[in-house]
């Protein structure tokens, strides 16, 4: 697979129905929403009640993405709030075993993600149970932020993992991405790309444009 999730962070807040709508119209089939709680990231963004607002005016594949301490507390809220996959941070989890598998006895899909700084060997005793693992191109707590050049390599290393044991995961990348550096990621393996403030800062356009580029690669 190869799409596009859009982080909502970068949206218009006073207007998130009509934002969603472009979204929907352009074709786009996941959406991003960044959870984050003031102490795993120095900022706060919004929680599962407004997630769960969202929920009935779209289809679109609610892609949550836990920048929280300690998730666990929350798992249910999330599920209740129409999460389709939640993706905990590796560096928030005391037992991230239990709480992928909490997540997975939901329902939900579950993804695990790694800062910057954290080696992808960390998750080498739980891939096998893990349905996505999101990379992080910048560290976590805001949106506009610039890519970090070592994410390629880590993704590729990723990739070449998740082959090299015949798994199933999906590959997202998380941070800085834009339509000027989206083909370095997509050749480093990247399957679901997230994308911020560069498709709110143009909809339509970027995202016409990220779709011309995907079709590059069809997989
Ligand atoms: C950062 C968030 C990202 C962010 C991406 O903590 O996890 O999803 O909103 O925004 P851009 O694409 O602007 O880097
Ligand atoms: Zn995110």
Redesign the pocket.
Known sequence: MLELSP?L??ADFTNLKSEMEVLDKNGVKYL?L?VMDGMF?PNISFGPMIIKQLRPLTNMIFDV?L?IEDPDRYVQNFKDAGADILTVHYEACKHLHRTVSYIKSLGMKVGVSLNPATNIDVLDYVLEDLDLVLI?S?N??????SFIPSAIDKIKNLKAKIRERNLNVIVEV????KTTNVKDVIEAGADLI?????VFADKENRIRAYKEIFKNYEK
Request: hydrophobic share 30%.
């Open positions: 982080s962070l970068s991003h960044d990231v993405h920048m992080m910048v976590p707590g805001f949106g506009g932020q998380d941070g800085g991405v997230v994308s911020g403030s560069d």
